[in-house]
């Protein structure tokens, strides 16, 4: 099985940057070649990556951190565009791109919920350092729109932010449904109109 | 690690029940006991429950379908109160009863999740036999309701459930939130609310 490479988010990347993919790629080598989150080592990573301990810990402060960023390396940022309309703009932020869900990446996506799963610690771990900061542009884009008054000013923004990412969550880990075929596509798209209804009904300023 | 028995829903159980009782037993303990699912065969449930092949066939169709029967016996059945208020019902039906989510039935919910995220085929298996007939009640509490106004017509019933169903499942897989504790109780209710008032918002009989 073949690992795509992590994301590279920056061009002109500093020395020890080509450090820090070996090491990635070895550790999601590693979580992708055994079931058991627990084969995954440090001492497993300096073996298949050939960079030393000392250098490991001094870019992740623990084999948690490290398999958290791995896990997290080969997801593209959220992008919430500013189009003017938020529905469309949050249907384009959580409806993944079919062009970027190759198999390589749905196995990756389900490798993260298993060691979730698997290891409360590393679950809260990345809870707080990725998905919690990945989901605050979703966040801001709420709050702007309610300051216009075009989202209801009850409305519960981490309720909201759950409910649209969860009803993505629940297509792959209950139904098993492939995420970009066009019944997914379409369920998942009128289930957050229904959020969108919700969030805006009696809003003052929605047409 | 001691698991629950399996619910037992009717009284006056006909012979053979008992040897169930062993086969399900004994799988959910293997399920517990491995990481991998792979571990869990027909021989080792043969060998751990004292139960002959011959036996276990003439009862499950396939190791994957006693696998999914095991994972279902210790969950209640979902029932949807009909008090007259379906938002309060949806919410009876989905939150959690603090009462019956012990430790061991958490251990469960998260090893039903791993099976299924490990193998796709027990997944849809699961999903077929098992999950799609549980949400068959709230459907029909859906339809009921469209059928007096009270909910909207064009409302998705299927993405409607998996909205709700979705943000249950965010809290276990996602945020690694204490599924009964008040502060995911009242983020939960907050989601369903949001999500009765887009069902509801312009339908002909909504007060």
Do not use: C, F
Not at 171 to 186: N, W
């Amino acid at each position: 099985m073949t690992v795509a490479a992590p994301v590279r988010r920056r061009p002109g990347r500093p020395r020890g940057e080509h450090l820090d993919d070996r090491v990635l790629t070895a550790t999601l080598e590693l979580l992708l070649a055994h079931d058991d989150i627990a084969s995954v080592t440090i001492s497993a990573v300096i073996e298949r990556s050939g960079v030393s301990r000392a250098a490991i810990y001094r870019r992740w402060e623990s084999r948690e951190a490290l398999i958290a960023v791995a896990l997290d390396s080969t997801r593209a940022p959220v992008i919430v565009p500013d189009s003017g309309n938020l529905r469309e703009d949050l249907i384009a932020a959580y409806m993944p791109d079919p062009a970027e869900m190759d198999p390589g990446t749905a196995v990756l996506i389900r490798k993260r919920l298993i060691v979730a799963l698997q290891d409360p610690q590393m679950q809260h771990a990345y809870w707080r350092e990725h998905v919690s900061r990945r989901r605050e542009p979703v966040a801001a884009a709420i709050r702007r729109a309610q300051a216009l008054g075009k989202v209801r000013a009850d409305v519960d923004i981490e309720a909201t932010i759950d409910l649209i990412a969860g009803v993505q969550y629940y297509q792959l880990v209950v139904r098993g449904a492939d995420p970009v075929s066009p019944e997914t596509r379409r369920r998942v798209s009128s289930a957050i109109s229904t959020v969108w209804r919700g969030m805006t009904a009696g809003a003052p300023m929605v047409e």
